[in-house]
């Protein structure tokens, strides 16, 4: 199912952010800083697993539950 790294990415931002668009900013630069850069994924991107557990090991430096794949 393309689009799962999109979905997660998104995820994260919303459940840190509380909508809040400094939050929104603050994290987008973590996860950009972290290798994952939100702009480069959209709904068509493949799901590469490497990207899906790094992905998967953000989440869980933030604390936030993302789906398991």
Do not use: H, W
């Amino acid at each position: 199912m393309a689009g799962k790294i999109k979905r997660q990415l998104t995820t994260i931002i919303s459940t840190i952010s509380k909508d809040n668009p400094t939050l929104i900013n603050i994290v987008r630069t973590k996860l950009i800083l972290k290798g994952l850069n939100p702009d480069k994924f959209d709904d068509q991107s493949p799901d590469d697993q490497a990207v899906l557990e790094k992905v998967k090991t953000v989440a869980a430096e933030f604390g936030v539950k993302v789906n398991a794949f």
